[in-house]
């Protein structure tokens, strides 16, 4: 019988490495071959080998589902098909929903988001290419789970999120439509947290349920966009905790039990860098860093 498998599609964050307007010394590396190139945080996750369900849906993601063979339409299945069965949101941020776009085709499948992430799908006309007729919306529960394709299951539970970069001025709004995911089959946990702005201690006890954890690890330091002159935002104003310091993922995570993987990582990070200092600490705590490719077995 086939087990939970899940393969990583993408691994960085909405910038991707390299950026297409940066010249930081990480996105150099990646344009000279010394660094991997990364695209926008995705994961696609079955069972069963035949039922796939998406976890994210970024803007590149035509291109990561044409580099992956496992997607691929099946030939005994008629002339349009795709074993992509259903879609779960993390957010209504652009690289975690822009790329249901991609997927307007005429395809029917699930798309599983919490109320406010189907209510900023509602809120942008150009989603009606997904009439709910072909794509049924679901709402998850704020905490709880439901059924997905092929013997999957979708936990859902809150994180510490932030506001989506194009609804910032909105000085009314303060809610961040962010959750946590666990998919889980045969008794096997995976957790997919790509955009987390802290690591409470609520969320330590649910992530330890997991048998694997991807977790935020846009930036290695709370400063590091405007250290490297990219940006003005830190990482925890941007919903994303570091990975190094005080309260960081590290401090917060040590000596959880289960694999831990950092993934959405930003093109400023220097575990990006195989030979770096940063990159031997994670790895000395246990973590592993995410690449397009790989594919994780519970
Ligand atoms: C974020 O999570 O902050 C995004 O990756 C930013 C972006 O999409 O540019
Ligand atoms: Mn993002
Ligand atoms: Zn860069």
Redesign the pocket.
Known sequence: MARLTALVLGSA???GVPQWNCRCRICTAARDGRVRPRTQTALAVTADGIHWLLLNAPPDLRGQILATPQLSPRPDAGPRSSPIAAVALTGA???QMAGLLHLREGHRFDLHGTGDVLAALAANPMFAVLPADRVARHTLPAAGRVAGPGRLTIESFPVPGKIP?YREDDTTETAAAVTGLIVEADGCRLAFVP?IAAVTPAVRETLATADVVLLDG?VFTDDELIAAGAGHKTGRR???VPIDGPGGSLQALDGLPGRRIFI?LNNTNPVLLEDSAERRTVERAGWKVAHDGMEIVP
């Open positions: 964050a909405g910038g941020e652009i690289d970069l955009e846009t941007m919903g994303h959405h």
